[in-house]
């Protein structure tokens, strides 16, 4: 898309979100390879996407359940044609009664920080549990500046 084209305008009201059967997993990967990610997608992961009217993916976000019983959020995308629509924001709001009982925790990119702490997530949150923590642990280790954040449901 150049940059004279304008981005497609998506009705938010208009977007469905679905949650994949792990059948449907494949079209997930290849979602997110399309957009740049190596992505396999295991069939205990939860994926969910955001698809507009014409059947179209235009979002999409996966949660890993970690064996302290939360959730590890990987891969939070937006088609880049549908970016700055809020769609993200949308998906994980919808999201997040879904996955709220056991906590989502994410490594969230420096400059997106201020996203996540507007949906709730909180910086270096006090009570992470020790899987995410260690897996945190071992991404700083090799140079990754993530930041972890958490979101619980109180």
Not at 18 to 26: H, T
Not at 96 to 104: D, F, H, Q, S, T
Not at 105 to 110: D, I, N, S, V, W
Not at 129 to 139: L, Q, W
Request: charged share 20%.
């Amino acid at each position: 898309m150049s940059v004279c084209e304008s981005s497609p305008q998506i009705n938010e009201s208009a977007v469905v979100l679905l949650s994949l059967e792990p059948v449907r997993l494949a079209l997930a990967d290849r979602f997110y390879r399309t957009h740049g990610y190596k992505v396999k997608c295991a069939p205990h992961e939860r994926v969910f996407v955001l698809s507009s009217p014409e059947g179209e993916w235009v979002a999409a976000a996966r949660f890993v359940p970690q064996s302290s019983g939360h959730y590890w959020l990987r891969n939070l995308l937006v088609a880049p044609a549908y970016r700055g629509q809020g769609l993200a924001t949308r998906l994980l709001n919808q999201v997040k009664p879904l996955i709220a009982p056991r906590g989502c925790y994410c490594f969230a990119l420096p400059h997106l920080t201020d996203f996540y702490a507007r949906l709730t997530f909180e910086r270096d949150p006090q009570h992470c549990p020790i899987d995410i923590a260690a897996i945190h642990s071992r991404y700083r280790a090799r140079g990754r500046d993530w930041v972890l954040m958490g979101y619980q449901q109180h």
